[in-house]
């Protein structure tokens, strides 16, 4: 999306290794940071979540960090596995509206 | 599965027609947002429906319109297609306020 910019594209890692995709957003009346995971054929589905009001927030083996100030978010998946392999997308925004990144293709090779 | 259910699956039209994508929102949801996402790119936010009234607008030109209706099911209009319409459209519901969005798994449109 234009208001948000995603990094890497792509990112290959092993099996239990850890991969961390980093987005940042322009709008800083945004308050509302999913991440999604997308297989294909399929539509995107929620994996984690953060409001602008936490800094970091833990879901087992993925985490999610926000920085207001700098207008940065980042995914954290630790252990990762085979089945983590997919697109993922960040997305930034608020109640009427929202705007997703350009997307990272995660590899896990066993 | 979402519970979020879009139709049709595929649907192949010609430049300048007209077409409409329907979506049936999950039991509950009185929030509804489409999505255009073309092949290798992330989803692009169209509109949004809150209980009938469109409330939110991505940066799309006035040929692509939208209806939800009393039972919370929507309809994504639009007209005079071109080639660059060509697209995966993505319907997601939601209930009010700020959280998880379902997505439906999307409705391929081909323009030729």
């Known amino acids: 999306g234009e208001n948000v910019e995603q990094h890497p594209s792509t990112l290959s890692v092993q099996e239990g290794d850890s991969a961390v995709i980093k987005c940042t957003y322009s709008d800083s009346a945004s308050n509302y940071f999913p991440w999604y995971k997308q297989e294909l054929g399929k539509g995107p589905q929620l994996i984690i979540d953060?409001?602008?009001?936490?800094g970091e927030k833990k879901d087992q083996r993925i985490a999610v960090t926000l920085n207001k100030t700098a207008k940065h978010f980042s995914l954290h998946i630790t252990e990762t596995q085979p089945e983590d392999s997919a697109v993922y997308f960040c997305a930034e925004g608020d109640f009427n509206k929202f705007y997703f990144g350009s997307g990272t293709k995660l590899n896990v090779k066993p | 599965e979402t519970g979020v259910t879009q139709s049709p699956t595929h649907l192949i039209k010609t430049r300048g027609q007209q077409v409409t994508l329907r979506c049936s929102s999950q039991s509950g949801h009185n929030t509804v947002s489409w999505y255009q996402q073309a092949l290798g790119q992330g989803p692009q936010f169209i509109f949004q429906?809150?209980?009938?009234?469109?409330?939110g607008r991505g940066n799309f030109p006035p040929r692509f319109s939208g209806l939800q209706f009393p039972n919370y099911s929507s309809e994504l209009n639009v007209n005079a297609l071109e080639l660059d319409d060509s697209a995966l459209y993505l319907c997601a519901s939601r209930t009010g306020g700020l959280g998880e969005q379902y997505f439906g798994p999307g409705t391929r449109l081909t323009v030729t």
């Open positions: 429906y809150y209980r009938e009234e469109e409330n």
């Open positions: 953060i409001r602008s009001n936490v």
